[in-house]
């Protein structure tokens, strides 16, 4: 398989920023939704600018209005926005001419295949029902059908499962957030080192 895709999610701090591209993350993801890890538009602007041109900076929101988002993504200067919530296709048609990378993220269920793209984004992230809890879903369930496509992996990966997540599945990325915590919100760079070495080192063997 190409080389995996490596985001780290719910950045607050420089040091956050620092340890995820020293670690090689190709993204990293500043939330705007509410949570212990949001951050307001001139956090994520000065925090974005550390990361450089070669990572993908993006947004995280959750249900919030249109125009939120649309304010929000402007005023901060990241380049991807991730829609977490219920968000339809209009928000989707909306942002494309502004030039962003869109993420549609998800909780996935056996019985309904998700198809990336199928709202117009770019990428497809699947994740826990409650994300950023740390809580996995059963990404081992034999009905579970991986989309084709540009997909990640999300909810409860950590620096213990994400090698065995990689391999069982082959998703084109993974995602993480409290995996890499020392308590809610509070990322540890040591952490962060370990997931993209865990999560590259499975790409590698074939993932």
């Known amino acids: 398989m190409s080389e995996l895709f490596i985001k780290i999610c719910g950045l607050r701090t420089a040091e956050d920023v620092d340890a995820a591209v020293a670690a090689g993350a190709d993204a990293v993801g500043f939330v705007f939704a509410e949570s212990p890890r949001r951050v307001d538009a001139?956090?994520?602007?000065?925090?974005?600018?550390?990361?450089g041109e070669g990572v993908l900076t993006v947004g995280v929101f959750?249900?919030?209005?249109?125009e939120e988002v649309r304010e929000l993504s402007a005023?901060?200067?990241?380049?991807?926005?991730?829609?977490?919530?219920?968000?339809?296709?209009?928000y989707y048609r909306a942002?494309?001419?502004e030039g962003y990378t869109l993420v549609?993220?998800?909780?996935?269920?056996?019985?309904?295949?998700?198809?990336?793209?199928?709202?117009?984004?770019?990428?497809?992230?699947?994740?826990?029902?409650?994300?950023?809890?740390?809580?996995?879903?059963?990404?081992?369930?034999?009905?579970f059908v991986p989309p084709a496509g540009r997909w990640l992996l999300a909810g409860g990966l950590d620096t213990g499962n994400v090698g065995r997540a990689v391999r069982t599945l082959s998703?084109?990325?993974?995602?993480?957030?409290?995996?890499?915590e020392?308590?809610?919100?509070?990322?540890?760079?040591?952490?962060?080192?370990?997931f993209v070495r865990a999560a590259r080192e499975a790409s590698a063997a074939g993932g």
Not at 42 to 51: H, I, P, S
Not at 62 to 66: A, D, V
Not at 75 to 90: F, I, K, T, W
Not at 171 to 180: F, K, Q
């Open 42 to 51: 001139g956090t994520a602007r000065e925090l974005a600018a550390r990361a």
């Open 62 to 66: 959750r249900g919030q209005p249109l």
């Open 75 to 90: 005023a901060s200067g990241l380049r991807a926005v991730q829609l977490h919530g219920d968000e339809g296709p209009e």
């Open 95 to 97: 942002l494309r001419p």
């Open 104 to 143: 549609r993220a998800t909780a996935p269920t056996p019985e309904r295949p998700e198809t990336c793209g199928a709202l117009g984004e770019d990428l497809l992230l699947l994740d826990a029902p409650a994300p950023g809890a740390g809580r996995p879903w059963d990404w081992s369930d034999p009905r």
């Open 171 to 180: 998703p084109w990325g993974v995602d993480v957030s409290s995996g890499v």
């Open 182 to 194: 020392v308590r809610r919100g509070v990322k540890d760079p040591a952490l962060i080192g370990e």
